[in-house]
């Protein structure tokens, strides 16, 4: 079961296991084991436990040899948790009465309304409301405030922007966002793509997001999300909102 809230910044999932490839997304991810425990690798550090969070834009592994749950906060839209859980490796949650909490509303039907994904996180982590730690950069805060016209602008485009070198355009956007403008670019892409996703439909989900062919669409999504699209679109996908 897959379900991504666009708007809301927030997306889970339900897989019976979890064996990913190597990725780093852009945005914090609260693994909560349904029976049993998860394991996330990073380079500086292992995890493992029932509830195990995970940093934005930090390079790991996942497993789980039972059900899982993911839920993911989109940094640009929950950018107080991202900045406030930068840390250098993955660690476990190990207050009892929020281990019990994550669960619990993991395996209820609650998850499945409106805004519950960010409700449970909230209970673990410092959400707020997005704008302590906000771009500060206005011209680049109104780029990120508008995902859906990220494929259209090219750093070269950008620099023209700010008037600056494309160099110097790409030093400035790491330094107020948080992450290469390439990188910022294609993870927009795949946000964009994740709706669309059906079996049989990549190609058409890949040309909707603006990337280059299905081959494109593939190589991000397990880089980003450490998932095929195929299996993501098995898993289905229900849109609240776009």
Not at 97 to 122: D, E, H, I, N, R
Request: net charge positive.
């Amino acid at each position: 079961m897959l379900q991504f809230d666009g708007s809301g910044g927030s997306s889970w999932m339900r897989t019976e296991s979890v064996e990913t490839a190597p990725h780093a997304q852009w945005g914090v991810a609260v693994l909560v084991a349904l029976d049993g425990v998860v394991r996330v690798e990073g380079r500086e550090g292992t995890a493992e436990g029932p509830v195990v969070v995970v940093p934005a834009d930090l390079e790991h592994v996942s497993s789980a040899r039972g059900p899982v749950v993911s839920v993911l906060l989109d940094a640009d839209l929950h950018r107080d948790a991202a900045v406030t859980v930068r840390r250098v490796k993955p660690f476990r949650v190990a207050e009892p009465s929020l281990v019990t909490a994550a669960q619990s509303t993991a395996k209820g039907s609650v998850l499945s309304l409106p805004g519950a994904a960010s409700v449970m996180a909230s209970r673990i982590l410092p959400l707020g409301n997005g704008t302590t730690h906000a771009v500060r950069d206005a011209r680049l805060a109104a780029l990120v405030r508008a995902p859906e016209k990220a494929e259209t602008v090219s750093l070269r485009s950008l620099a023209s922007r700010l008037d600056l070198s494309p160099g110097h355009a790409s030093t400035l956007f790491h330094a107020h966002v948080g992450i290469s403008f390439r990188r910022w670019q294609l993870w927009r892409r795949l946000m964009r793509a994740i709706p669309y996703l059906r079996p049989g439909g990549l190609a058409h989900a890949a040309q909707e997001a603006g990337f280059a062919d299905q081959a494109h669409l593939s190589r991000t999504c397990a880089r980003l999300l450490g998932y095929t699209p195929r299996t993501l679109a098995a898993l289905g996908s229900i849109v609240r909102a776009r």
